[in-house]
């Protein structure tokens, strides 16, 4: 009996300091970024593929509004209620003196600088797929942004989602290195690839999300319940979006519908990033979405 | 301008309980409920003019100012019409079915009246201007487009 007791006591250790190695936070060193020279004009273009506008900047922002970075809109989940923090220039309340490492391992690897895990209703799980060249070019052009003194609000999450640690987790098992969708791309349906699945984070809210809140890669894009909790976010796949890679295209330039209806709601706002990109880089993502595996081959 | 838009405040505020209740049973009636149905119209209307516009502004049909003009000319015609009877209370998407409108459109601090006053303008900018060549009617298209995005934004439902 001793011995069995014993047994599990170890057990249990080995268990927790196994998920204590696990979950602990994975730094980007300062060496490993050395080599990067970020161009704060490249960095633009990152910044409107990237969407960061749409969840940093205040409520209905528009125009140069969009520019400031300093959080504060709330978004309902079945975990509690996230608030995006300040991410404007400011050194007291936004990131203003942040290293280039400390940039990469919020944004790769979903660790703040001082080492807590983010809770992934920010998208480092895409981030995570970008090129590094193209978040140092970011990087310096947030830093050309306005700085707001707005203190960054705290999440509204409840036991045991509040245990930050076990995000350590679910980057075990969710965090992913390959893109969803593979296979022979031409260049433009690759770029579109890299827009829509490192950058633009499309799946977030058009592919459906298992028990702890994960996209569900086997249905990517496959269209998903809105996050607000009214409606339905819509697929992407040809077989379900039959419109026309010109139609996708203009649709994310001036945000009309082939029949001229306004788009609504959260998507207004990635328009009003995506209009900002090369017209080549819209239709590179209408191009990828031509190559998503049709949803009701789905298994 | 400043008339009818106190009309239509007058009437998504406040009146019409009768009109309303009368719609209603009609609705209930016959499935599909009337309100709905004209204001949907009215919206394919506007699409349907806001399209021969866009197919223009994207270049996929040729500029031609006469046509413009008649579609830029609709659009202010729209935003005209009074639109008491289509906006009845009790025609939101959790009162009935077949309709995205969102209970915010009744609810106080609604701003639709607002937005539905900003596409006015927006189409009285655009018919000054739509027969003007292609670059002034594509710029004053967007400030329309603007304003059909607003409402939709926050008071129409996702499908």
Not at chain 1, 34 to 47: K, N, P, S, Y
Not at chain 1, 150 to 157: E, F, G, I, K, M
Not at chain 1, 182 to 192: F, N, P
Not at chain 2, 69 to 77: D, G, K, S, V, Y
Request: include cysteine; aromatic fraction near 8%.
């Amino acid at each position: 009996m001793r011995r069995l007791v014993r047994a599990i006591i170890l057990l249990a250790a080995i268990g927790a300091s196994a998920g204590w190695v696990l979950t602990r936070p994975v730094h980007i060193t300062d060496d490993e970024v050395a080599a990067l020279i970020g161009d704060a004009a490249a960095g633009e273009a990152v910044f409107w593929a990237g969407g960061c506008a749409s969840c940093h900047a205040a409520e209905d922002a528009s125009g140069e509004a969009r520019l400031v970075l300093g959080g504060g809109q709330a978004f309902p989940s079945d975990f509690g209620t996230f608030r995006a923090p300040n991410i404007s220039p400011d050194p007291r309340h936004g990131i203003g003196d942040w290293s280039l490492a400390q940039f990469l391992t919020a944004m790769q690897n979903g660790i703040s600088p001082q080492g807590q895990h983010y809770y992934p209703a920010f998208p480092y799980t895409a981030y995570r797929l970008a090129d590094r060249q193209d978040l140092a070019d970011l990087f310096a052009f947030l830093q050309t942004l306005p700085a707001s003194d707005q203190a960054s609000l705290p999440h509204d999450v409840g036991f045991p989602f509040s245990i930050r640690r076990a995000v350590g987790l679910w980057n075990v098992l969710y965090l992913r290195d390959e893109y969803v969708v593979t296979g022979d791309l031409t260049e433009e349906e690759a770029r579109g690839r890299y827009l829509s699945e490192a950058l633009a984070h499309c799946g977030e809210c058009h592919t459906p999300r298992g028990v702890l809140g994960a996209v569900d890669r086997n249905r990517w894009l496959h269209g998903a319940p809105a996050l607000t909790g009214r409606g339905t976010i819509p697929a992407l796949t040809p077989d379900e979006l039959d419109w026309s890679a010109d139609e996708i295209a203009a649709y994310l330039n001036d945000g009309f519908t082939p029949t001229f209806d306004a788009a609504g709601g959260h998507m207004r706002s990635v328009i009003a990033n995506l209009a900002n990109l090369d017209a080549a880089d819209r239709a590179a993502i209408a191009a990828y979405l031509g190559r998503l595996p049709p949803a009701d081959t789905a298994p | 301008m400043s008339l009818p838009k106190s009309l239509i405040a007058a009437t998504l505020m406040g009146g019409l309980a009768l009109s309303s209740l009368a719609l209603t049973a009609h609705a209930e009636s016959h499935g599909q409920n009337p309100a709905v149905t004209a204001r949907q119209g009215q919206f394919q209307i506007m699409a349907l003019n806001i399209g021969v516009l866009g197919q223009m502004a994207r270049g996929n049909t040729d500029y031609d100012a006469e046509t413009a003009q008649a579609a830029a000319n609709n659009l202010l015609t729209m935003s005209q019409i009074d639109q008491r009877f289509h906006w009845v209370p009790g025609t939101d998407n959790e009162s009935i079915e077949g309709t995205r409108a969102l209970p915010a459109i009744w609810e106080e601090g609604s701003q639709v009246i607002a937005i539905w006053g900003r596409f006015g303008e927006g189409a009285a900018a655009l018919a000054e201007v739509a027969g003007d060549g292609l670059d002034p009617m594509r710029t004053a298209l967007g400030p329309v487009g603007a304003a059909c995005g607003d409402c939709h934004d926050d008071y129409r439902a996702e499908e």
